[in-house]
Nanobody, 122 residues
Framework: QVQLVESGGGLVQAGGSLRLSCTAS????????MGWYRQAQGKERELVAL???????NYADSVKGRFTISRDDVKNTVDLQMDSLTPEDTAVYYC????????????????WGQGTQVTVSS
């Protein structure tokens, strides 16, 4: 099936930048949309940015103008450039992949990475 592996998390000061990377492997043909979610302690997981199968990009209002998502279909990667970070961005960030509506792809549901911690100090 599909495996997603994130990297690039860490500790930064407010106003700093960080770049997250996610690499997909396995049955990558099963992936349509790709993007990033995050979950702060005690809060629900929320969408940060998404690149749809048609190439459209969606951002959460809270990160518009600060975060930039990019996708490389050849390398099977999706990156998230995070600038002007604030303590409110502190969360575990998860790479996400949506399965194609084919039986071989949807058996296990949505694809998720293990998550990478991003901590922004004030």
């Amino acid at each position: 099936q599909v495996q997603l592996v994130e990297s690039g998390g860490g500790l930064v000061q407010a106003g700093g930048s960080l770049r997250l990377s996610c690499t997909a492997s396995g049955d990558t043909i099963c992936i349509t949309d790709m993007g990033w979610y995050r979950q702060a302690q005690g809060k629900e997981r929320e969408l940060v940015a998404l690149v749809t199968s048609g190439g459209s990009i969606n951002y959460a209002d809270s990160v518009k103008g600060r975060f930039t998502i990019s996708r490389d279909d050849v390398k099977n990667t999706v990156d998230l450039q995070m600038d002007s970070l604030t303590p409110e961005d502190t969360a575990v960030y998860y790479c996400y992949g949506a399965p194609r509506p084919w039986g071989i792809c949807v058996i296990r549901g949505d694809y998720w990475g293990q998550g990478t911690q991003v901590t922004v100090s004030s």
